[in-house]
Nanobody, 121 residues
Framework: QVQLVESGGGSVQPGESLRLSCVVS????????MAWYCQAPGKEREWVSA????????YYADSVKGRFTISRDNARNTLYLQMNSLNPEDTAVYYC??????????????WGQGTQVTVSS
């Protein structure tokens, strides 16, 4: 079974940056799209960003467009999310996810356990 482990979360001040990582292990040969989601306290989990298998296409929620960058290193089986210009509304648990097909906002099959991002002054 595919396993995903996120890291890189933490507490930062508004305007600062964080880089999240997600290491994938297990039977990864069928992995296609990968994505990041977030879940703020009291809210449902929501899609943040996605990337295709080769990394040539990336997609972003409007709320993070221009501030966040998704990337993947298939040689290292790792997904990244560079988060710049963070604001308190970005505070959430961030999850990475994988899919066997090319998908964008839904259809992900495997999930990590999440990493907390807190933005506060």
């Amino acid at each position: 079974q595919v396993q995903l482990v996120e890291s890189g979360g933490g507490s930062v001040q508004p305007g600062e940056s964080l880089r999240l990582s997600c290491v994938v292990s297990g039977p990864i040969s069928n992995i296609n799209s990968m994505a990041w989601y977030c879940q703020a306290p009291g809210k449902e989990r929501e899609w943040v960003s996605a990337i295709t298998a080769g990394g040539s296409s990336t997609y972003y929620a409007d709320s993070v467009k221009g501030r966040f960058t998704i990337s993947r290193d298939n040689a290292r089986n790792t997904l990244y999310l560079q988060m710049n210009s963070l604001n308190p509304e970005d505070t959430a648990v961030y999850y990475c996810a994988t899919a066997s097909f090319r998908v964008r906002t839904v259809g992900y099959e495997y999930w990590g356990q999440g990493t907390q991002v807190t933005v506060s002054s």
